[in-house]
């Protein structure tokens, strides 16, 4: 039950970096102060929800695009939380583009690399404790 939760909020932690970076770097994306944790909040919902979804899409009809699961599904939730008024605004097929691949690099690593300090090394003192 931990650990799901640790997943949750670096999933959270992640979503928020990743959509503050878009909205600081890409011309084109605009957060609203106001509407920033609905638009974390829809867009770590959907892409938690999404992932299974289309990976197995993907699979099935289309086993070619398997490697950019996860850009399909970071497009596809920021499409999502772009549809509540008063966060999370993108204009522009570059804008687009450009928070995709932002959001989708900074969730993947920080993920990544949150999961490892967070639970692998968390598992690993465990361990040692034991001994």
């Known amino acids: 039950m931990i650990r799901f939760l640790i997943h949750i909020l670096i999933n959270l932690a992640t979503a928020a970096i990743g959509l503050l970076l878009a909205g600081w770097i890409v011309p084109g ?11 974390v ?11 299974p979804f289309v990976f197995n899409v993907a699979r099935q009809y289309a ?26 605004e993108i204009s522009g097929f570059m804008a687009w583009v ?15 690399l949150l999961g490892w300090l967070f639970i692998t090394r968390r598992r690993g003192k465990k361990s040692k404790a034991a001994q």
């Open 41 to 51: 909040v829809v867009f770590a919902l959907a892409q938690g929800v999404l992932g």
């Open 29 to 39: 994306v605009v957060l609203q102060p106001a509407g920033f944790v609905v638009a």
């Open 63 to 88: 086993s070619a695009i398997l490697g950019g699961i996860g850009l399909v599904t970071t497009l596809i939730a920021l499409a999502i939380a772009s549809w509540f008024d008063g966060g999370l």
């Open 98 to 112: 450009g928070a995709t691949l932002l959001v989708w690099i900074v969730t993947a690593l920080g993920g990544w």
